[in-house]
């Protein structure tokens, strides 16, 4: 076979996947941002222990709705003021990110382990189970999710980890369809019907042949979800019905505060503006990302 | 006979990369000219580059590109899409995605009838009728109301053909019109074509990636390797006698020639991609009659005889002509 | 059955294989039609040997390759691979399964595109066999550098090959497994003429090699003259003219090869045939024509035509399925 030794020789390599996606991705630069902040926010988190300049419990009474460093009555000591208790506001947002990103990075896994299972498995085996599991997403997503989530609360008792559980239960519809709808897509492909030939079963075909052709967008959505979650933990510390006091939570922090707006502008806007920029970031992100890992969008 | 379309010298660079390489092409009026070529042989590109249709980042460079007297590269795209559009028609591959599938048979021919010609639409729709019946479609007044997913891959490419000639272009553009079909549908189709084709004086371009279908329909046939024209020449001769080392080994691949033999010959090797285009003859390291002089010196693309090839040795006779 | 001596038995061996599929209709109440994708095919192949499955789109051939891989079973008949049932039979399912493999038409999407080259070759073993994973990447390299792949692509994903590359990878997959019958959907046409001529080759080198059994499926008919031995033509689910190749191709009886053949483009002004222009298309199978299903678009259709449809039988060496096979020897074409 002398011809296809030659053909051997001729190995056109086009740049690896990982390069070729960073090439895309760093294309846009709100995502690139985006990932920076994350990365920054990540740190924080980790690292809340070292950086954070006081304890975000420990209350200062001397210095009580204190503003930030630069405004008159200010201290470099509180650099962005205190609460009115007097517990330091950039302490209680570096471990508020914290938390935050926890709640993230728990709701994100958790509804994404269960939906990517429902959906796949609803997908590959149709039928009737399939039309149980889809009716019942539609059902969820007919309910304003806010609404869903505090009424899971309102039963279990208003807790961070049961806000996470009824966050996680509201935006599990969104993966559950997403997945479905990229297995369908991907079932009837050549390549899932040679590895039937092959033998593989069931629980192969689903879960090593098809989901890994199935990520890209459960990412995305994820990466969005993130978000979202982040949104959802704030506005049910926001309602008294996540984090208790005196848990540095960024949307408690924002709820007990209110009160004080008219005098003390800094405790409500500091809180609000962490949220509001790491869910930016994390938009932003999953932007970038859709974009880098969506075929259609490529030149 | 007067020339419809001349282009010269005509580049497409994606990127740096030459999708189409100093191509020249001419068709006379009411000519029947066929492009045959691998995929990646820029057959495609040519024509839409031709059209305007050249996507971001394409780049388009070309010493002349006149149709009908007027020189395409110096117009503005709002005009070049008027001449385009009403004297060169396109038919594509698939026709179940060429066609909207939103709108009915009637409303998508009559849209280009309305854009160029005009009329009432009691106008439009008589000639819409008359255009289905001329593409051979059965009882067409039954047909005019039909979505394209209710009509079969034969009957949607008839559709296509008589959106394509609803205007009376002067060149029709066939890109690859009958490789999603089935073989009976095809003969149907190719007979549908070149019958039009006769009928109405047009000139034809039919870009495909089959030989035989070229040699049964076309009367003068261009080969496209990588970007480049190598060789263009008449059907009569180019299947018997072709110049260039590549024609000859691709008509030596076909299986109807070696019934009998249990193996066929073969081009080693691959197309040049991107990101291996060799020095000198684009074909040379899979050519077996390459000397020295190929790997080093770019061939010239000269015609005599109105046959034209792009080699330094051109074949007679299957010998290559070393001097 | 599993310790029968299997060189004995064709490879493959069908009796009036059939494949309905039910279609529900518009309307509340109305019973589901049942379409005949596949209505009863006959044939034995030998070890070895090719047996070519011409026909158009929807003619029920890539309904027969789901049958014969077992991706679907069939609504009747029966089907022995070599010599052992392959209809209902759960038992000798892992033994079926390595007798036959598939290599699809389109390249690009019958390759995993997130595995490696490598891991895709493995798969048939991981699933079939207890070899350790050094085993089985000797296998697997083993297998590429027969089909012309070298070494270093065995950590390569598909996106980085071409297509002809890539029908290589899909060949390697289905040899991985030591078949004994390779059932190719198509298997070149999706390739341009030069990558088409050098995958055939492999085809055929690799049949001599390894001794392989090809049910190749496919409408170009100087391919299916180049590469089989016995030929089956189909029109809507069922053969209408089965036998030899040269038998066949030399002389066609029935209408409808006769004007396949006729239709299919030839580069050599001698090859061509007097065009037979079939009129018309490809009659719905859900609801196909009384008589032979062929009769509507047939030059030689007489009245019998219409209302009996024609059984299978031999006529001049080869099986037929047409009423006036008889007054056709004598005709000029």
């Not at chain 1, 309102?154 to 806000?163: D, F, K, M, R, Y």
């Not at chain 2, 009637?106 to 000639?127: D, F, N, P, V, W």
């Not at chain 3, 030998?46 to 029920?60: F, H, I, P, Q, R």
Request: with cysteine; glycine share 8%.
């Amino acid at each position: 076979m002398n011809e296809t030794a030659i053909i051997a020789e001729n190995n056109i390599s086009p740049p690896h996947p990982l390069k070729e996606f960073w090439k895309y991705f760093s294309e846009n630069k709100g995502a690139v941002a985006g990932l920076w902040f994350i990365g920054i926010a990540i740190l924080v988190a980790i690292s809340a222990n070292l950086i954070a300049p006081h304890s975000p419990f420990t209350q200062y009474r001397d210095a009580i709705l204190q503003p930030p460093f630069w405004m008159d009555g200010g201290t470099t000591e509180f650099i962005l003021g205190t609460d009115d208790v007097g517990r330091d506001i950039l302490s209680r947002l570096i471990f508020g990110a914290r938390l935050s990103l926890f709640v993230g990075v728990i709701v994100v896994t958790l509804s994404l382990a269960v939906g990517i299972f429902l959906g796949i498995t609803s997908g590959y085996f149709g039928g009737f189970y399939e039309t149980v599991v889809m009716r019942l997403m539609d059902i969820m997503l007919a309910l304003p999710s806010l609404l869903l989530a505090m009424a899971i609360v309102a039963i279990l008792g208003p807790s961070l980890q049961n806000a996470i559980l009824a966050i996680a239960v509201v935006v599990l519809p969104h993966y559950v369809r997403l997945t479905r709808a990229s297995v369908i897509g991907e079932k009837s492909k050549d390549y899932v019907t040679s590895s039937r030939v092959s033998g593989a079963g069931p629980f192969r075909m689903m879960f090593v042949v098809i989901l890994p052709n199935c990520m890209a967008p459960l990412i995305v959505q994820a990466t969005l979800g993130f978000s979202s979650a982040i949104l959802d933990a704030a506005a049910l510390g926001f309602l008294g019905m996540g984090a208790q006091p005196p848990t540095p939570e960024w949307g408690a922090m924002l709820a007990n505060s209110l009160q004080f707006v008219q005098r003390a502008w800094w405790v409500v806007t500091f809180p609000g503006l962490a949220i509001l920029l790491t869910v930016l970031a994390f938009n932003l992100a999953g932007d970038g990302l859709r974009d880098a890992l969506d075929p259609k969008m490529k030149r | 006979m007067t020339k419809l379309l001349e282009i010269e010298n005509l580049s497409v660079e994606f990127d740096g990369f030459k999708a189409v390489d100093g191509v020249n092409l001419s068709v006379d009026e009411g000519k029947v000219v066929g492009i045959v070529g691998e995929s990646g042989s820029g057959k495609s590109v040519t024509q839409l580059a031709l059209m305007g249709l050249i996507p971001y980042p394409g780049i388009i460079k070309a010493d002349r590109l006149m149709f009908h007297n007027s020189d395409l590269m110096a117009l503005s795209a709002k005009k070049r899409r008027s001449i385009t559009g009403k004297d060169v028609s396109m038919i594509f591959q698939e026709p179940m995605t060429s066609l909207n599938p939103c709108f009915t048979v009637e409303y998508q021919i009559s849209e280009a009838l309305k854009i160029h010609e005009g009329g009432t639409r009691q106008e439009r729709r008589k000639r819409v009728i008359e255009l289905l019946s001329q593409v051979g479609i059965p009882a067409p007044e039954d047909r005019l109301g039909t979505f394209p997913h209710q009509l079969s891959g034969g009957m949607s490419q008839r559709v296509m053909i008589a959106m394509a000639i609803a205007c009376s272009p002067r060149l029709l553009i066939a890109d690859e019109p009958t490789t999603a079909l089935d073989v009976t549908i095809q003969a149907q189709i190719l007979e549908l074509i070149m019958d039009l084709q006769q009928k109405k004086n047009m000139a034809l371009v039919l870009i495909t990636h089959d030989m035989a279908v070229i040699a049964e329909t076309v009367e003068d046939v261009v080969v496209m390797y990588a970007g480049q024209v190598v060789e263009k020449n008449s059907s009569d001769r180019i299947f018997t006698n072709p110049c260039h080392p590549y024609t000859e080994a691709l008509l030596n691949a076909l299986p109807e020639r070696n019934i009998n033999s249990k193996r066929l010959p073969t081009i080693p090797g691959l197309v040049p991609g991107k990101f291996d285009r060799p020095d000198g003859c684009l074909f040379h390291p899979r050519c077996k009659h390459a000397k020295k002089m190929c790997k080093e010196v770019v061939p010239k693309y000269s015609e005599k005889n109105s046959i034209g090839v792009r080699c330094h040795f051109p074949l007679i006779n299957g010998v290559p002509q070393y001097d | 059955m599993t310790d029968v001596d299997t060189t004995q038995y064709p490879v493959i061996k069908a009796e009036n294989l059939k494949k309905y599929y039910p279609v529900s209709q518009e309307g509340f109440l109305k019973k589901p039609l049942s379409l005949k994708a596949l209505d009863g095919a006959s044939f034995t192949l030998n070890k070895g040997k090719t047996l070519a499955v011409v026909g158009e789109s929807g003619c029920g051939k890539s309904t027969l390759a789901r049958l014969i891989t077992m991706i679907e079973s069939p609504t009747e008949g029966n089907l022995h691979i070599g010599g052992i049932n392959a209809v209902g039979n759960k038992k000798d399912k892992k033994i079926l399964r390595r007798k036959v493999q598939i290599v699809f038409q389109d390249p690009y999407g019958s390759l995993n595109p997130r595995k490696k080259v490598g891991t895709i070759l493995e798969e048939p073993l991981k699933i079939n066999t207890d070899l350790n994973a050094s085993q089985m990447r000797e296998k697997a390299l083993h297998i590429m550098d027969k089909v012309g792949l070298s070494k270093e692509q065995y950590n390569r994903y598909p996106h980085m090959f071409s297509g002809g590359q890539r029908q290589r990878i899909a060949v390697a997959r289905a040899l991985m497994l030591n078949p004994d019958i390779v059932v190719a959907d198509e298997p070149v046409s999706a390739l341009d003429v030069s990558v088409q001529a050098q995958t055939l080759n492999l085809l055929m080198d690799l049949q001599d090699e390894m001794n392989l059994a090809y049910l190749f499926i496919s409408h170009d008919l100087s391919v299916v003259r180049l590469i089989s031995d016995d030929i089956m033509v189909m029109y809507l689910g069922r053969p209408v003219e089965q036998g030899d190749k040269n038998v066949i191709f030399e002389k066609p009886l029935h209408p409808y090869t006769m004007a396949l053949l006729a239709a299919t483009p030839h580069v050599d002004v001698k090859s061509r045939q007097k065009r037979i222009r079939l009129s018309g298309e490809l009659p719905s199978p859900l609801n196909p024509p009384p008589g032979c299903t062929f009769h509507r678009r047939c030059a030689y259709m007489t009245d019998i035509c219409k209302h009996k449809p024609p059984h299978l039988r031999e006529v001049a060496n080869r099986m037929i399925s047409c009423h006036n096979a008889e007054k056709l020897i004598n005709n000029s074409h």
